[in-house]
């Protein structure tokens, strides 16, 4: 039976509550294996890539699993009961990869190659660095589906794939660092200025891009 608890938010540690559910803990497991799929196959083509070019078209690659306090705030701020098809039906980031590229079109050619293969199948694609975010923001978001294969059965599992080159990710980590949960007094001035330093690294991206198409 699903899990569903009506009270789990009046509890004093709800996502100590969440974390013990047996069927919470299996389903994370499940999310685990999903994301080792993905990191194998990114890992695959960045050896394959290796080989054929001398070169490694993917810097880093990063996973994450949601905690149970940030999957409650979620349900939580979506309006969603506590269940398992809330978090399978209702969350797509729960699994989380983060793609490190040294340059934007690694990228396009890497996400491109994942997303080809036929046992990947594409939810949702937001490219944030072709029409970046306002405060300047970039990257290329996919959710995907991909089936894990269990003891007894084959299950079709959500993942979140963030793909970014190095400058993108050092401006995303930054602009979090400095603006994550801060009361700024000046912040229309610090957001002009995120934006700008953002601008200018976009144009780094691309001039490195440049410089080693002419190398090569």
């Given at each position: 039976m699903p899990f569903l608890f009506e009270d789990i938010k009046s509890s004093e540690h709800p996502?100590?509550?969440?974390?013990?559910?047996?069927?919470?803990?299996e389903l994370m497991m499940q999310y685990e294996c999903a994301i080792m799929e993905v990191n194998t196959k990114l890992h695959v083509l960045n050896n394959e890539f290796s080989h054929m070019y001398q070169r490694n078209p993917i810097e880093n690659i990063e996973t994450r699993i949601k905690t149970p306090a940030s999957i409650l705030e979620k349900l939580s701020r979506r309006n969603l009961p506590i269940c398992v098809e809330?978090?399978?039906?209702?969350?797509?980031?729960?699994?989380?990869?983060?793609?490190?590229?040294p340059f934007p079109d690694d990228?396009?050619?890497?996400?491109d190659l994942l997303t080809s293969q036929d046992d990947v199948t594409v939810i949702a694609r937001k490219d944030y660095i072709k029409n970046p975010k306002p405060n300047g923001y970039r990257s290329l978001h996919l959710i995907i589906e991909i089936p894990i294969f269990l003891a007894s059965r084959k299950k079709n599992m959500k993942v979140e794939v963030q793909f970014r080159t190095i400058a993108m990710d050092f401006w995303a980590s930054l602009d979090h660092k400095l603006r994550y949960k801060q009361d700024l007094k000046n912040s229309e001035e610090i957001a002009a200025e995120l934006k700008e330093c953002a601008d200018i690294i976009a144009g780094v991206d691309l001039k490195m891009q440049n410089i080693r198409k002419k190398i090569q």
């Open positions: 996502e100590v509550i969440l974390a013990n559910v047996p069927q919470f803990k809330s978090l399978e039906n209702g969350l797509t980031d729960i699994a989380g990869i983060r793609v490190i590229c990228i396009y050619n890497v996400a």
